[in-house]
């Protein structure tokens, strides 16, 4: 079973009209903040799949988390990172961070550089709560190096693929694609930048690059 959603649904935030800050553009795919849809909490152990557009000097001040894993895929510029662990971090274009909230931590999110930001960033629930905070950056993965995120029992496939090229999606419990840039097909489904699916138990379907194409694709063992 497939459910595509459509970059144009997702809740907008981060904007002053909706109490957020100057300078923070956000797109939610589930409920998040003030934004409540008891239909829309999660899928498997994903909470959260943000884009966020950071203006240069814009950025999130320091706030808490815990029992969450917290992901970030930068698409474009710089991400400033530090937290209340030590950890201070730039994560740029095509990198992975990985914080690991566990009992809690705070920190920081800024574009402290001169052009514009942007970053995908997706919150996970742990398979067990609690433990010590952690903090992984890995720089530029290659595209056929997946990140296992064993905190939630998930995989994150990065796929950039030319157009005409097709991979298989993995057949797992559940997986969750979310398009960065371009088109692809997946399914039958033809699906732009934004645009994302979630998949329950795939078998046999192929992500089809329709143009030069980039996208996340988790892979989750139990839902």
Not at 17 to 26: D, F, H, L, R
Not at 40 to 49: E, S, V
Not at 145 to 158: D, K, R
Not at 168 to 184: Q, W
Request: glycine share 14%.
């Amino acid at each position: 079973m497939m459910d595509v959603r459509r970059s144009g649904d997702r809740f907008r935030g981060g904007d002053p009209a909706t109490g957020g800050s100057a300078g923070i553009e956000t797109l939610h795919a589930f409920s998040f903040g003030h934004f409540y849809d008891p239909d829309n909490l999660r899928f498997g152990p994903l909470l959260a799949c943000n884009e966020e557009r950071l203006a240069p000097g814009a950025g999130f001040d320091e706030h808490p988390h815990s029992h969450t894993e917290i992901v970030t895929w930068v698409v474009e510029g710089e991400l400033t990172h530090r937290d209340s662990a030590g950890h201070a971090t730039v994560v740029r274009a095509g990198d992975v961070q990985h914080l690991s909230a566990a009992a809690g931590v705070r920190h920081v999110e800024r574009n402290d550089g001169a052009g514009p930001l942007t970053f995908v960033q997706m919150w996970l629930a742990p398979l067990e709560a609690g433990g010590e905070p952690s903090y992984t950056h890995v720089r530029g993965p290659a595209g056929a190096t997946p990140y296992v995120l064993a905190e939630a029992g998930a995989v994150l496939h990065v796929r950039r693929q030319a157009a005409g090229e097709r991979t298989a999606v993995p057949e797992a419990a559940g997986v969750y694609a979310h398009v960065v840039r371009g088109e692809v097909r997946l399914g039958g489904e033809e699906l732009g930048a934004g645009d994302s699916a979630r998949i329950t138990g795939p078998r046999g379907l192929e992500l089809v690059a329709l143009t030069d194409a980039e996208a996340l694709v988790w892979e989750f063992g139990r839902m």
